[in-house]
């Protein structure tokens, strides 16, 4: 989906990588107030949290559902989840969101407020616990402790300690710094679950002025959650941009079926085929006019298609430069012969598709600067791309086709592709079902129901593309076509 509703909120489809889920975070603001009045001193703690995004402030286009089931964590649109465990972090103080406390004491004497600090987690490879913002201000200027212990803690001076439960408070060892990093257990089989003390500690002496003294802090813990290695299995792929290489590893030979493209919610027929790899089986059909009504269902018109549903490579997605969005063009025929524009024409024909000359199928990556290897980006959902094209034994055209010996350019291999057969527009190739859209050229469709022509992602020199094309008793896996041309697209998964 378009970057500008889902990039800020961590869009980062759950598939076979192993993928961050995102940071738990849990805040408590403590603050502790020492009233020093008529030799009494008097402390008062409070705490609170920070709540988690609320979801009616986030929209998500159709489609996606919105996930969030631990109250202090970043929220994640996710296509079909597989995941099953939840990371989740917790904190409190003294068992409780909201605590307050009071303690008496005479001057000359150590004061200390002490708390119970709880932190759990489930799910996670790393954790911090970190005290900041501590500060202190009173009628009396106090000397900050400098790792001493609270029986030896001076005059008119003040300090926080961290330490085992079972530690008095006496014994513990009190500092002053702004900001610290507290310790805690090292995580077991990706838990935590442990408690510490957190004491405030001040000492006056009788010539200390009476008034309030206010102590502030900030105890705030982040996790990072467990990656997981996990994806959405064959029997519960739901969209296109779902599909992943262990999926298509477990799909039965030959069996269809029908996957939706998140961006148009244009339907797609898809199986595995001979040659072990996933393909659509049907011709793609996405343009400008079905992506932006989707869109405009859910939000205003966005500027084109994105990393986040395309096949526009990794670099986009983490914003480390790359092409960054396509923008897809609306259907209309088209007699420019140049390679830096992208065309589409889609005449209402779900069997035939869409057509689309070469820059458009490579979504703007294909130009006149590509004279040789694979464009580097699609307009395939996510997940997918271009078939290989070329001579030799990466043809996927051919391998696909049952031709397994290297295959050279412009030859008719109608004997020996498996399992042959043309009929009326289809052709049966192998048990894969191919359409004779025709193609279009200066503005025209032509040879519709006759001839069948579908791109690669394989350039050859400036001008012309590796395709595959076929009729009447013609088969040609790696013919040579110019690339502005509109032919038909096919994707295979990755």
């Not at 009616?56 to 994640?76: A, N, Q, T």
């Not at 990466?394 to 592709?417: C, H, L, P, Q, R």
């Not at 025209?444 to 590796?466: C, E, K, M, Q, R």
């Amino acid at each position: 989906m378009h970057r500008s509703y889902l990039q800020k909120y961590n869009f980062l489809r759950k598939s076979h990588h192993s993928i961050p889920i995102g940071l738990c975070v849990g805040v408590v603001a403590l603050l502790l107030s020492i009233i020093v009045s008529g030799g009494e001193v008097r402390a008062i703690s409070a705490c609170g949290s920070t709540p988690a995004p609320a979801p009616d402030k986030l929209h998500f286009p159709e489609g996606y559902d919105y996930s969030s089931e631990f109250p202090i964590c970043d929220v994640i649109p996710v296509l079909t989840d597989p995941i099953t465990v939840t990371p989740s972090l917790s904190l409190s103080i003294d068992g409780k969101m909201a605590v307050s406390d009071q303690i008496v004491a005479g001057r000359e004497d150590t004061n200390y407020s002490s708390h119970t600090v709880t932190v759990k987690a489930e799910h996670i490879t790393d954790y911090a616990l970190n005290l900041s913002g501590v500060s202190i201000s009173g009628p009396t200027a106090l000397t900050g402790a400098d790792n001493i212990t609270g029986s030896t803690l001076g005059e008119n001076s003040w300090g926080y300690a961290w330490g085992e439960t079972s530690i008095t408070d006496t014994n513990l060892t009190y500092n002053s710094t702004a900001s610290t990093r507290l310790t805690g257990d090292k995580i077991s089989e990706g838990k935590v679950d442990f408690s510490r003390k957190l004491v405030f500690a001040t000492k006056f002496n009788n010539q200390a002025e009476s008034g309030t003294y206010h102590v502030s802090a900030t105890l705030s813990a982040v996790a990072t959650p467990i990656a997981v290695t996990t994806y959405v299995p064959w029997d519960n792929l739901v969209y296109m941009q779902d599909m992943n290489a262990s999926a298509c590893a477990e799909a039965p030979m030959g069996v269809e079926k029908t996957l939706k493209d998140i961006r148009d919610d244009n339907t797609y027929t898809v199986a595995k085929l001979s040659d072990g790899k996933c393909w659509m089986t049907q011709n793609l059909r996405i343009t400008g006019n079905s992506f932006a009504a989707k869109m405009n269902k859910a939000a205003t018109a966005p500027d084109g298609l994105t990393c986040y549903d395309s096949d526009l490579g990794e670099a986009c997605a983490k914003e480390t430069g790359g092409l960054e969005s396509f923008a897809m063009p609306e259907s209309a025929l088209w007699t420019d012969t140049s390679y830096t524009a992208p065309h589409v024409y889609y005449d209402n024909d779900t069997t035939y598709g869409a057509y689309y000359n070469w820059n458009a199928a490579t979504a703007g990556s294909g130009t006149d600067k590509v004279e040789s290897g694979n464009a580097e980006y699609s307009i395939c959902p996510k997940g997918w791309r271009l078939p290989i094209g070329g001579v030799g034994t990466t043809n996927e055209f051919a391998t696909m086709s049952g031709i397994v010996s290297s295959v050279s350019k412009d030859t008719n291999y109608w004997n020996s592709a498996k399992d042959l057969s043309f009929s009326g527009d289809t052709l049966i190739v192998n048990g894969s079902t191919w359409f004779a859209a025709g193609y279009i050229v200066d503005g025209l469709p032509t040879h519709v129901g006759f001839s069948g022509n579908y791109w690669s992602s394989t350039a050859i020199d400036t001008n012309t593309v590796y395709s595959f094309v076929f009729f009447g008793e013609y088969f040609g896996p790696v013919e040579t076509r110019g690339k502005h041309v509109g032919f038909s697209v096919r994707c295979v998964a990755r």
